[in-house]
């Protein structure tokens, strides 16, 4: 089977790019913005909330390493997706919880994880993650690349993306990359 494609947000794409980059079989993966209702949005515009746009990840996946059920398992282990348009101190709809289906098949599998997640009350509040169909993907600025690997000293990478590699580590290591 060959390469498929991913398209997620999960508040930062900072964080969420970091997450992914280290799971096996997953490549190329790419910080940017989706969703919204202009082309080619910059991140000064982004930022201020008003295109629309969430800033998400997109990526390749090698399906017979690892699933769109492992991936979405990960996705929702690393971020909260019960607080509408907010991760933290990041707050506004370009910081909203999404999956951007690429297929119907994709679609399926996400509307499966989220009701079993909420039949196991694996979070005390309701998961509010959108599941929409993808839309163009704009890539963001060069220095928004592989920001984490670059700059892992800068205080939010310790405070907020740390936490969540720790909880990859710990809770996934057989998913990441040797």
Known sequence: MKEQVATLAAGCFWCTEAVFQRLEGVNNVISGFTGGFIKNPPY????????????????????????FQ????????THDPTTLNRQQN???????????YHSEEQKQIAEQV?????????????????????????????????FYNEHPSQPYCQYIIDPK???????FAEKLKK
């Not at 000064?44 to 699933?67: C, K, L, M």
């Not at 492992?70 to 282990?77: G, H, K, N, Q, T």
């Open 114 to 146: 989220i009701a079993k997640l909420e039949a196991q009350q694996v979070f005390k509040d309701p998961i509010v993650t959108e599941v929409t169909e993808a839309s163009p993907f704009y890539e963001a600025e060069a220095e928004h690349h592989n």
């Open 44 to 67: 000064r515009e982004v930022v201020t909330g008003r295109t629309g746009h969430a800033e998400g990840i997109q990526f390749n996946y090698d399906p017979e390493i690892i699933s």
């Open 70 to 77: 492992e991936l979405l398992l990960i996705f929702f282990s």
């Open 90 to 100: 990041d707050v506004g709809t370009q910081y909203r919880s999404g999956i951007f």
């Open 165 to 171: 590699i720790h909880k990859l580590q710990s809770l």
